[in-house]
Structures are given as structure tokens and as C-alpha cells.
């Protein structure tokens, strides 16, 4: 086991000191990069708590919460692709800086890289400890990152999650060089971060699945409900779930008099126990049941449109298709590739959604290195492309 040392560490959390770090990194060649955030966990929305940078010398704890401060160039760092930055599972991260009007370039991601070099999902303490020895504590990775002063062990976590990250990198790239990997590593990498989720909806407050067992007119009065909840939610600073719980607004829209119980109902935010909230409740309640009224919606026909016997015989035949197809062709594929490149990267590689999209005709997302081995194998195996998926060629 490796003990863990004591790693040096500079505390960004003025402007002035913000651009110090933004010129020291600007000299850097390469970046190991982590955000913290908060999700609708302990805040309302999506908020960016912590930047951690580490240079291959210092490590910088960019705080954004401390004192309001221009990240643009920290940002623009990031947005050089000339400058390569070592990440790890950043999808998230990626899509609270596209949020912010940020768009990385020159990133290499870890995990990605790793289900191309045949290991297993892992987070990554799980891959320091296996590939390198080392072992991180994970008892502040669901803490309060809003919270200030952050705390020696959030301290200690957020520093040691980007230190090793160059160490790992390291042995990676020799293990993509040696098994050949390496250009496909780089069209995940290409791929991933020309993915924009500038306009991705973060906040999403109404889902199909909230429809259940919901008519029409219960479904219209439970929405304008979900929004009054993420109305006042924001104005509070809390998440959604902490104002009331779904179930709660769900009884409602089925039984509009039960709102008459809200003060005492205990899962129920002590900022709405009060009459003006009520009284702002049972308005929106009125209203939306006039509404429903006014566009003629059903007490009795379910929220939830079943798909007409054409839309079912469709998808019927589609779903016989693609188990026909991934069993005739791409389970020897698959089983090929296995045998020459392991069980993880086969699954990463082709999966049931790629062959599902290929199926359906839809090859614009086909990174060109899968392509090529779908080509390939299907040769080698004697597999009918024009028969099976004519969209490759």
C-alpha cells in the first residue's frame, strides 16, 4: 500500500489570486483537471463549487463560491487545444462548463481510455489502487462541496484527485501504444468534447415516467404543481426535493382537496407552511383545473398514450430486426473482437444501441475505428454487410 504524502496546494479564492494561477498554468504542458459541483443535492440547480488544477508541480483549488469571480481565463485555458488536459469520468463537468459558456478542448479521459484498454467500470480510486498502487479515500465525494470552509479531508480529496491523474495517464498511453489503441482513444476523445450541451436541459422538472397512472386532468394540475414547487425552490436556494416530495404533489393532483392538509404534512419545506404559500397553492390548483376544463382534458383517459396498433406493430417489427441482425452478425463480432481485444472494450466498442442505430440506418454517430473493425471482422467472418447492415456501405 502506498502512503499517501502530503501534496502542496494553493487556495484561489480572490481575483487577484485567480489570475496569478491563470498566468503560472498558462506556462504549464499539460493540465490534470476536476470540478466539484452540486446538482439540486444541497443547492437549487446546477452549481459549480470547486476547480481543482494540478500542473505537474502545484495544485490550484479554484473556489467560486468564497468571492464572485471572472473565470475567463481559467476558461480559456481549458478552450485551448494546444494545451492537453487529463480528466476523469467528465461528462457531467463537461456539461455544467458548456452551461457556463465553456467549451474544453485537448481533453484525455481517463475512463474512456481505460474501457479501451479492457478494464473493467471503475471509478477511479478503484484503477489508482489496481494500476498503481495507491489508495484514495472516498468519505468526501458526496459531501456538501456548497459548504464553507471546506473541510482537511474535502481538502485532501479534491488534491489527490487530480495529482495522480499524469501518473495513470502515463501508463495508459504505453498500454494504448502497445495494443494498438491509440488513434481509437483519440476519436472517442475528439468526439466527446465536440459534444454540445450548451442548450441540455439541466433541470428537468417533468419526466414521461411522472405520468404513472395520472388522467389528463390530474397530469395538467400535478405539472403546473412541479413548477410551482421549482418556482419557489430556486427562490429559496434549495433543491426541488426538499420543498415537498413527488408523492406528495402526485396526491394532490388526484385529490385536489387534500391540499387543504399541506401545513401538516411533515416532509413539506417550513418555508411553505405558511397561509401566503397555501393560498398561492390552492390558486394555481383553481386555475389549473380551469385550464384543463377550458381544453376539454379527460378525467378518466390516462395521461399516458399508448402507441396505436400501427406505432406498436412498427416498433414490434423494428425490436424482430435488431435481435435478428445482432444475432446473425454482430454477435460474432463481438465474440471476435473479445477474443482479440477483451470482454470490456467488445462491450464499449459495439453495445446494444449501436447496433440498434445501425439497424435503424443511422451511421452518422459511427466513430470511423469502429467502422473499420465492423468492416473487418464481418470479412474475416464471411458476414453479409448488404444482408445484415447496408447502411455501412
Given amino acids: 500500500m502506498s502512503k499517501q504524502p502530503d501534496f502542496p496546494y494553493n487556495y484561489v479564492h480572490e481575483q487577484s489570486l485567480l489570475d496569478e494561477a491563470a498566468n503560472k498554468l498558462s506556462t504549464a504542458t499539460q493540465l490534470s483537471v476536476d470540478l466539484e459541483f452540486d446538482k439540486n443535492r ?31 481565463a481559467i476558461f480559456t485555458l481549458f478552450e485551448n487545444p494546444e494545451l492537453p488536459k487529463i480528466v476523469f469520468s467528465f461528462g457531467e463537468d463537461l456539461r455544467l462548463l458548456h452551461s457556463l459558456g465553456c467549451f474544453p478542448k485537448g ?8 474501457a479501451l484498454l479492457n478494464y473493467p467500470p471503475s471509478s477511479l480510486a478503484t484503477l489508482l489502487d489496481e494500476v498503481l498502487n495507491i489508495q484514495l479515500s472516498k468519505t468526501s465525494q458526496q459531501s456538501n462541496w456548497y459548504s464553507r470552509p471546506l473541510s482537511d479531508a474535502q481538502i485532501k480529496y479534491a488534491v489527490l484527485d487530480v495529482v495522480h491523474l499524469p501518473s495513470l495517464f502515463d501508463v495508459f498511453k504505453d498500454q494504448a501504444n502497445e495494443r494498438s ?69 402526485t396526491n394532490i393532483a388526484k385529490n385536489p382537496e387534500s391540499a387543504s392538509d399541506w401545513k401538516s404534512v411533515k416532509s413539506n419545506h417550513r418555508t ?22 377550458a381544453l376539454e382534458l379527460s378525467r378518466k383517459r390516462k395521461a ?12 414490434r417489427d423494428l425490436e424482430r430486426k435488431v435481435k435478428s441482425v445482432k444475432q446473425a452478425f454482430f454477435k460474432p463480432i463481438q465474440k471476435a473482437i473479445k477474443e482479440d481485444y477483451g470482454d ?45 447492415v447496408p447502411a455501412l456501405n
Avoid at 475528439?190 to 422538472?205: C, M, P, T, V
Avoid at 440498434?356 to 443511422?362: D, N, S, T
Fill in 42 to 72: 444541497f443547492r437549487y440547480g446546477f452549481n459549480l463549487c470547486l476547480i481543482q488544477i494540478f500542473d505537474g508541480t502545484e495544485t490550484f483549488l479554484i473556489d467560486p463560491i468564497q468571492n464572485e469571480m471572472d473565470l475567463s
Fill in 107 to 114: 481533453l484525455y479521459d481517463l475512463q474512456i481510455a481505460s
Fill in 181 to 249: 489503441v491509440s488513434d481509437w482513444i483519440e476519436q472517442e476523445m475528439h468526439h466527446f468534447e465536440n459534444e454540445n450541451h450548451e442548450d441540455a436541459n439541466q433541470n428537468e422538472i417533468l419526466k414521461e415516467k411522472y405520468k404513472e397512472d395520472l388522467t389528463e386532468v390530474e397530469w395538467h394540475l400535478f405539472s403546473r404543481l412541479m413548477y410551482l414547487r421549482d418556482r419557489h425552490a430556486e427562490s429559496v436556494n434549495r433543491p426541488p426535493y426538499h420543498i415537498s416530495e413527488r408523492k406528495t404533489l
Fill in 272 to 293: 411553505t407552511k405558511n397561509d401566503d404559500f397555501v393560498n398561492h397553492l390552492q390558486s394555481e390548483i383553481n386555475e389549473a383545473l380551469e385550464e384543463a376544463q
Fill in 304 to 315: 399516458y398514450k399508448k402507441p396505436s396498433k400501427e406505432e406498436y406493430e412498427q416498433w
Fill in 344 to 388: 470490456h472494450t467488445k462491450t464499449f466498442i459495439i453495445n446494444n444501441r449501436l447496433i440498434k442505430e445501425l439497424v435503424e440506418g443511422k451511421t452518422y454517430k459511427l466513430l470511423p475505428y469502429k467502422k473499420e473493425l465492423i468492416l473487418k471482422y464481418s470479412q474475416k467472418l464471411d458476414l453479409s454487410i448488404d444482408e445484415y
